[in-house]
T-cell receptor
Framework: EAGVTQFPSHSVIEKGQTVTLRCDPISGHDNLYWYRRVMGKEIKFLLHFVKESKQDESGMPNNRFLAERTGGTYSTLKVQPAELEDSGVYFC????????????FGPGTRLLVL | EDQVTQSPEALRLQEGESSSLNCSYTVSGLRGLFWYRQDPGKGPEFLFTLYSAGEEKEKERLKATLTKKESFLHITAPKPEDSATYLC?????????????FGTGTLLAVQP
């Protein structure tokens, strides 16, 4: 069974530019999560999709971040315009169900905003 | 506020020197306590889920235990390949919400 995949693995952009991150969850997993780890801090939740619907977006930092999950399959996270403080590692995770179900993580996208 | 605290922040062991990592949490109605391993440049890799006090799970040289306030990850006779950051997390929120609250991790280095 293929794991969670993320693209790109690394991205370096200038402040003010736009970046789109992609996540492909494990097949059959309706729940998809985005997390972020900024330098020196713990991994923090951004948002949670159930199929194509946003279940919880309480962790999204501001309206420069837009997440979508068209058709309930892959998801994209767009940052527009990017700021210096957006630098970090963005992880995607998926699980079959909600509640206490195990979340399986992708390798992450390392974003550096200059 | 729900919180997860891990200790120590870093741990250096000699190969074969057993030790334990600690994860303490403050949450009511625990719906699982997760342990992950993270290697540099990679995403967290699932190790264990514990759901109730007294539960124990083992995998190779690792054993995770859970009490009402904390969890321990015991590492028996570690090898250099066990070197990684070990993360614990628990799901926050009720119902269908399952966002994980992570600790900052314990960086384990096992020297040959």
């Amino acid at each position: 069974e293929a794991g969670v995949t993320q693209f790109p693995s690394h991205s370096v952009i200038e402040k003010g530019q736009t970046v789109t991150l992609r996540c492909d969850p494990i097949s059959g997993h309706d729940n998809l999560y985005w997390y972020r780890r900024v330098m020196g801090k713990e991994i923090k939740f951004l948002l949670h999709f159930v199929k194509e619907s946003k279940q919880d977006e309480s962790g999204m930092p501001n309206n420069r971040f837009l997440a979508e999950r068209t058709g309930g399959t892959y998801s994209t996270l767009k940052v527009q315009p990017a700021e210096l403080e957006d630098s970090g590692v963005y992880f995607c995770a998926s699980s079959r169900g909600p509640g206490g179900e195990t979340q399986y993580f992708g390798p992450g996208t390392r974003l550096l905003v200059l | 506020e729900d919180q997860v605290t891990q200790s120590p922040e870093a741990l250096r062991l000699q190969e074969g020197e057993s030790s334990s990592l600690n994860c303490s949490y403050t949450v009511s109605g625990l719906r699982g306590l997760f342990w992950y391993r993270q290697d540099p440049g990679k995403g967290p890799e699932f190790l264990f889920t514990l759901y109730s006090a007294g539960e124990e799970k083992e995998k190779e040289r690792l054993k995770a235990t859970l009490t009402k306030k904390e969890s321990f990850l015991h590492i028996t006779a570690p090898k250099p390949e066990d070197s990684a950051t070990y993360l614990c997390a628990h799901p926050m929120g009720g119902g269908a919400t399952n966002k994980l609250i992570f600790g900052t991790g314990t960086l384990l280095a096992v020297q040959p």
